[in-house]
């Protein structure tokens, strides 16, 4: 089963600053079904990219996706108050589980 | 849009049975372009898929493998909702429990919509 490893656990920046955020695969990924969810705190998850790089609906273009392989990255340009929260990477297709990393928590320095 | 409302006891007793339900407004428990799922998670399992229910001419409802044979996902198309039930809960159980919209064939897995989760205590 695949296991994706997110780094680093915490990323520390300033609003403004760019972030980017690591996901690694146990295997290769023979698709582009990668993607990235941001959680809030006390929120459900809500998605931003699906397909390694295509953001989803309403998802600021701060945001992009990128990746191949085992290595994937999101990558958040300059970053907003409001950006502050965790960040989870998922493997996605027909078969379940449809399994998630373990999470970055991206915190104000 | 599509909204769900999730609904169910937030407070458990070991052994009982856990029963959770998703209310859809927006969107139809019948489409046969989209799959209804739960996914729980909890700090030391993080987010784990549960199950879902979907209907493609007829009603398919599946489990994952770590909670086979104590999990049921199933459709109420009276009432344009869907439920989980898991028995012989533990401790171990004790998680934000998520309803989540999934899409068609290769997107079945990607939730695009989620509720807003409730927080199940298995605890006697």
């Known amino acids: 089963e695949m296991v994706l490893t997110q780094s680093p656990g915490t990323l520390s920046l300033s609003p403004g600053e760019r972030a980017t955020l690591s996901c690694r695969a146990s295997?290769?990924?023979?698709?582009?079904?990668l993607a990235w969810y941001q959680q809030k705190l006390g929120q459900a998850p809500r998605l931003l990219i699906y397909?390694?790089?295509s953001r989803a609906t309403g998802i600021p273009d701060r945001f992009s996706g990128y990746g191949s392989g085992t290595d994937f990255t999101l990558t958040i340009s300059r970053l907003e108050p409001e950006d502050f929260a965790v960040y989870y990477c998922?493997?996605?297709?027909?078969?379940?589980?449809?399994?998630f990393g373990q999470g970055t928590k991206l915190e104000i320095k | 849009q599509v909204q769900l409302q999730q609904s169910g006891p937030g407070l458990v007793k070991p052994s009982q049975t856990l029963s959770l339900t998703c209310a859809i407004s927006?969107?139809?428990?019948?489409?046969?372009?989209?799959?209804w799922n739960w996914i729980r998670q909890s700090p030391s399992r993080g987010l784990e898929w549960l199950g879902r229910?979907?209907?493609?001419?007829?009603?398919?409802?599946e489990s994952a493998v770590s909670v086979r044979g104590r999990v049921s996902v199933n459709p109420d198309t009276s009432k344009n909702q869907f439920s989980l039930q898991m028995n012989s809960v533990t401790p171990e159980d004790t998680a934000i429990y998520y309803c989540?919209?999934?899409?068609?064939?290769?997107?079945?897995?990607?939730?695009?919509?989620w509720g807003p989760g409730t927080l199940v205590t298995v605890s006697s």
């Open positions: 989540a919209r999934g899409g068609y064939g290769s997107t079945a897995l990607l939730f695009d919509v």
């Open positions: 927006g969107d139809s428990v019948s489409n046969n372009r989209v799959i």
């Open positions: 229910t979907y209907y493609r001419s007829k009603w398919y409802l």
């Open positions: 295997q290769s990924f023979i698709n582009s079904h």
């Open positions: 397909g390694v790089s």
């Open positions: 998922q493997q996605y297709g027909d078969t379940p589980p449809g399994t």
